[in-house]
């Protein structure tokens, strides 16, 4: 079973909107607490960047395109990570990983959101 799980990816129309989730399913809580998480974006060609964080105390932080588009939000007692999306962009498209910001894990899959204009 992989580390990180992310879904809720999917194509949506520029101005839509979407929900990502990120599951730690292996990781037990006294472990993910702590944690600061991370949603990144990546496209073919190019490095992840950084979307979005999370502290432990729930202080977020957002990069300047997403600021006050994105949401991020944790759940501790599901391990679970949330990125939710609204006003999407089609420069929004790419695959979105979540992990630890400081010390990351296995990366996983992802999940792919695809933004038509």
């Known amino acids: 079973q992989a580390q990180l799980v992310e879904s809720g990816g999917g194509l949506v129309q520029a101005g839509g909107s979407l929900r990502l989730s990120c599951k730690a399913p292996?990781?037990?809580?006294?472990?993910?607490?702590?944690?600061?998480w991370g949603w990144y974006r990546q496209v073919p060609g190019d490095q992840r960047e950084f979307i979005a964080s999370?502290?432990?105390?729930?202080?977020?932080n957002y990069s300047d395109p997403v600021k006050d588009r994105f949401t991020i939000s944790r759940d501790n007692a599901r391990k679970t990570v949330y990125l939710q999306m609204n006003s999407l962009k089609p420069e929004d498209t790419g695959v979105y990983y979540c992990?630890?910001?400081?010390?990351?894990?296995?990366w996983g899959k992802g999940t792919l959101v695809n933004v038509a204009s």
């Open positions: 999370i502290s432990s105390t729930g202080r977020p």
């Open positions: 292996r990781m037990i809580t006294s472990v993910f607490n702590p944690i600061t």
């Open positions: 992990n630890n910001v400081v010390a990351p894990v296995s």
